[in-house]
């Protein structure tokens, strides 16, 4: 990945300048920020909080919004539900991964996307149902896989 903007992240810190027990909601701004925590962050926070990376990589892990390893700039979610699979939820998974071509749970090589797998996304009458980032989509085809991934291509 490019270098990570560095005064970006001390930004984000100065927010909670003076503040105590806010490591994770500062982890929480960061992952929002950069989609992923790369390890030059957690050493920089380290440094700038006086905390060690140890005890940060404790909460990081902890937290399933925190990610430690890289994610794409969207975020493709396949339910994998039972209502979603009845209706072809594995088609649709197997469909988006090899038009991203890379396996669930990767990420594309450019950054651009991430896929997960999920077990359900609460909308179960809508199914097969994925989203992007923060949007819902229901009765997908694969056709609609195709639009969604053009038009954030
Ligand atoms: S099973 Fe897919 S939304 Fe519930």
New binding site residues.
Partial sequence: MDAVDLEKVDEIIERYRGREGVLIQLLLDLQSEFHWIPREVIDHLSERLRVPTSQIYRIASFYKAINLNPVGRHMIQV?M????QVRGAQKVLDFTASRLNIKPEETTPDLSFSLRKVN?????SM?P?LTVDDEYHGGVTLEKVEKILKKRS
């Fill in positions: 339910c539900g039972t209502a979603c359900c996304l609460g909308c179960c199914g149902v």
